[in-house]
């Protein structure tokens, strides 16, 4: 089975991409799933998008653990730990990123076990959040990475998906998907489909259990003023900033600024500290630290009071 993941952020046509890659992977002949992952839903959030194909019937539901491709439509999204991009690669995954980067630079960066495409950005792409048409040249790569799509199958699919849009953007999304199927001739087959899931071997997720409260505690609906305090947003956490003291510089204003629930204050002396009962992990500012200071560990760790290694 192909297990095929697509990262971006809304507004980049990764919905699309998952719609269009398992549109192609039908008209092959294929028994398909695909679908989208949303967060936060406005344009700019991370989000992916995955796909499913195998010969025979589905059985595997939710979302994509060991991929077997991840295609990056945004590279930005990459050190973003609640992005999820490198959830789950092994020495089996390939990794196409979308990027003005060479594969050396990735390589370097990422020290992944298995190997690191890129998909060249748009020449007219020198900003990061103008990339056009990024999630159907992804789906145009990543059909000819697996190596079982042909050119006429992902053509069809593109104009079966985006036939509502009309016929510019219809013809303008063909030619970069195209573009990109021919981009990747030389890597053609180089995704693999996977094993099949046993269920004797099946590893269940890591859930996060939520413990029930008492009524009295959960129930009130608090409507006066000036009381968010009371609100401990912090429950919804999966993952933790941490701040590694030794590391950092006090740029108080970057980490406090960019903190979307003010819940990252200062003493006197520049340090921040980040009050957890607020916290919602969104990880903004671990992408935002400078020194990279800020480091993201699962909650239930931080919770057992255990320490991942740096």
Not at 291 to 298: G, L, V
Request: with cysteine; charged share 20%; proline share 6%.
């Amino acid at each position: 089975m192909y297990r095929i993941r697509f990262h971006g952020r809304g507004g980049q046509g990764v919905k699309t991409a998952s719609r269009v890659l398992g549109s192609a992977f039908f008209l092959e002949g294929f028994e398909v799933q695909d679908a989208p992952r949303y967060g936060a839903e406005r344009r700019g959030a991370p989000i992916f998008a995955y796909v499913r194909a195998a010969r025979r019937p589905i059985n595997e539901r939710g979302i994509i653990r060991h991929p077997d491709l991840v295609a990056v439509a945004d590279d930005s999204l990459v050190p973003v730990p609640a992005a999820g991009v490198l959830q789950g690669l092994d020495a089996h995954s390939v990794m196409l990123i979308n990027s003005h980067e060479s594969t050396t630079t990735w390589q370097q960066r990422l020290n992944l076990a298995g190997p690191v495409l890129i998909l060249p950005v748009h020449e007219s792409a020198a900003d990061r959040t103008d990339l056009p048409l990024a999630g159907t040249a992804c789906a145009g790569a990543a059909a000819r990475l697996v190596g079982v799509i042909s050119r006429n199958a992902l053509a069809g699919a593109v104009q079966t998906e985006l036939e509502p849009l009309g016929k510019r953007l219809v013809e303008q999304n063909l030619q970069t998907a195209l573009h990109a199927f021919d981009a990747m001739d030389g890597h053609a087959g180089t995704v693999t489909a996977g094993p099949e899931t046993s269920a004797s071997d099946y590893t269940v997720p890591d859930w996060i259990g939520m413990t029930v409260e008492d009524v009295a505690r959960a129930a009130p609906s608090i409507h006066a003023a000036a009381n968010s305090v009371q609100v401990k947003t912090g429950l919804w956490r999966t993952m933790r900033p941490v701040i590694d003291y030794t590391r950092c510089k006090h740029c108080w204003w970057v980490c406090s600024s960019f903190c979307p629930d003010s819940a990252i204050a200062v003493d006197a002396q520049g340090i921040p500290e980040i009050d957890y009962d607020h916290c919602k992990g969104c990880m903004i500012c671990v992408s935002r630290c400078p020194p990279h200071a800020i480091e993201a560990i699962p909650e239930h760790t931080a919770q057992a009071g255990e320490q991942l290694p740096t």
